[in-house]
């Protein structure tokens, strides 16, 4: 499947983040990146909420979502995208996905 859109998250610190957005079912890429998994729902106006539900970074988006620890709490918050923002360097994947769960306090990031 491809890519639905772009959606921005802001940090605690108020900088903004661009993702791409996915299905959540979809084969991932093998690459490193900050991932936002999210509830999206389409209302009658046809303007689109994203609910966040966990924030993490990765070295491997694609194992990450083979066997996701926090899988049963994805089930339950309805998780149906991800949102991803590629990058290399694990030390500024680590501060963004700090930065986005100190903001949003996703309930699967045990908020």
Known sequence: MSKIGTLDFTGISGHKYTFN???????HKEKEAVYVVTHRTI?????VD???????????????FTDHP???CFEKEIANCVCVYWEDHSDTRLKISEDLINFYHPPCNNF
């Open 21 to 27: 957005v996915y299905p959540i079912n979809r084969e």
């Open 43 to 47: 209302k009658a106006d046809a303007t």
């Open 50 to 64: 994203h609910n966040v539900i966990s924030v993490g970074e990765t070295a491997n988006l694609k194992s990450e």
């Open 70 to 72: 926090d899988s049963e």
